[in-house]
């Protein structure tokens, strides 16, 4: 991944140098009337043999896959010296971290940004830092041969992202001092915030997928999302658009548009379903070599599950004060829980990558179809700090 110019470059070596809590620093700062001090930092965070042998990372991806310890991770962190938390948001497959931070709202080119052209305003007046790590892929002879994306049980990235996620969280609320650290994800992203919430609930205090339901994986015999205390069956906020043609919960009748044709979806699968599919055509394009099993279990069965574990709720509860025409809200164990479907919304998250009117509703961003999004607006981000607020962090 490229950097721009002023940007720290920080090694972590696997776990041994989070414990301590070091220190960052670096140039590209700014200063701004009530934003305080800014910065965008880049850290990497390596493996554990990594770890171990030294203190650096290797220049380069390893030319096998035997070792995917030694794969590395490139992180931007958008740092504002009055955030509290961070939010550390997970890309989808086949994307990157700077396109991420475009979609989201707090840059406005789709390309690695220097720290002039990040939104430090709304971070600020939001005491957020934001985290972008960089997905990767399976590696041979140096290149990248599958879609950069998370080791998540739908898609394997040859990476220990569950352990990589967890250095990540305690590496920024050691050197920031924030008193809380959520995890949030797009798509593929989604699906791996799921994973940490089933398997690592107490790595983070909240956690929001965006088009990114729970794989399959935890339906099986021995696998169950049974996090546990019931303390640490922790906030989760689901979003996803009615019209989704990538993971299919209205089967292949709501639409075919250009950018996720919804041919390769099952037609008897609904909103209601248990499972849904990832679309076959996304899996024959070239994400495929990465994809270990494409069904994923419906949003609003994991909701109902994790409301069983949370609280006791037996039944999803309609939220008729967020509900109106553009999306269907369910709330539960206090708005602890809440599953947000946008109506009119397709798969993409921005307003860049909106296509309606000009093919139908369902081609719709998330940002746009919730009435969230305007051009270079951070629509989906201030649902998801909304619903941080809500939980009181």
């Not at 993971?247 to 041919?263: Q, R």
Request: proline share 4%.
């Amino acid at each position: 991944m490229a950097y721009g110019s002023g940007i720290l470059k920080q090694t972590i070596a696997g776990l041994g140098l989070l414990g301590g809590g070091g220190s960052s620093s670096g140039s590209g700062s700014s200063s701004g009337s009530g934003e305080g001090t800014t910065r965008l930092d880049s850290i990497t965070i390596c493996g554990t043999t990594v770890a171990n042998s030294g203190t650096s990372c290797p220049s380069s991806a390893p030319s096998t896959d035997t070792d995917t310890s030694g794969f590395w991770t490139p992180v931007d962190i958008l740092y504002t010296s009055t955030a509290t938390r961070a939010v550390i948001f997970l890309h989808g497959a086949g994307g990157t971290n700077y396109g991420a931070i475009n979609d989201l709202g707090l840059s406005s080119i789709d390309m690695p940004p220097s720290a002039s052209e990040i939104d430090f305003t709304y971070l600020s007046a939001n005491n957020i830092i934001a985290v972008f790590p960089q997905g990767q892929g399976f590696h041979q002879l140096g290149v990248l041969t599958t879609s950069a994306t998370w080791n998540n049980w739908a898609m394997d990235s040859g990476q220990d992202d569950k352990t990589m996620l967890q250095a990540l969280a305690a590496y920024v609320k050691n050197t920031y001092g924030v008193q809380s650290v959520y995890l949030a994800g797009h798509s593929n992203g989604g699906i791996m915030v799921n994973r940490m919430w089933c398997e690592s609930p107490a790595t983070f205090d909240g956690y929001v997928s965006l088009a990114g339901p729970a794989s399959e994986h935890y339906s099986t015999a021995g696998n169950a999302c049974a996090p546990s205390p019931q303390s640490e069956v922790k906030p989760y906020f689901g979003i996803i658009g009615a019209q989704d043609t990538v993971m299919c919960d209205n089967g292949n009748t709501s639409n075919a548009g250009l950018e996720n044709p919804d041919w390769g979806c099952n037609s008897a699968a609904n909103w209601n379903s248990t499972t849904w599919t990832i679309n076959s055509q996304y899996i024959l394009g070239f994400v495929s070599s990465s994809i270990v099993n494409s069904v994923l279990i419906s949003e609003p069965l994991q909701q109902l599950s994790r409301a069983q574990l949370m609280c006791g709720e037996t039944t999803l509860t309609p939220d008729p004060s967020a509900s109106n025409s553009q999306s269907a809200v369910w709330s539960n164990c206090g708005g602890s829980l809440k599953l947000q479907q946008i109506v009119a919304a397709n798969h993409p998250i921005s307003y860049a990558h909106n296509l309606c009117p000009l093919l139908s509703s369902g081609s719709c961003s998330l940002e746009v179809a919730s009435g969230s999004g305007a051009a270079g607006s951070t629509g989906l981000l201030e649902l998801i700090v909304d619903f941080l607020d809500s939980i009181g962090q």
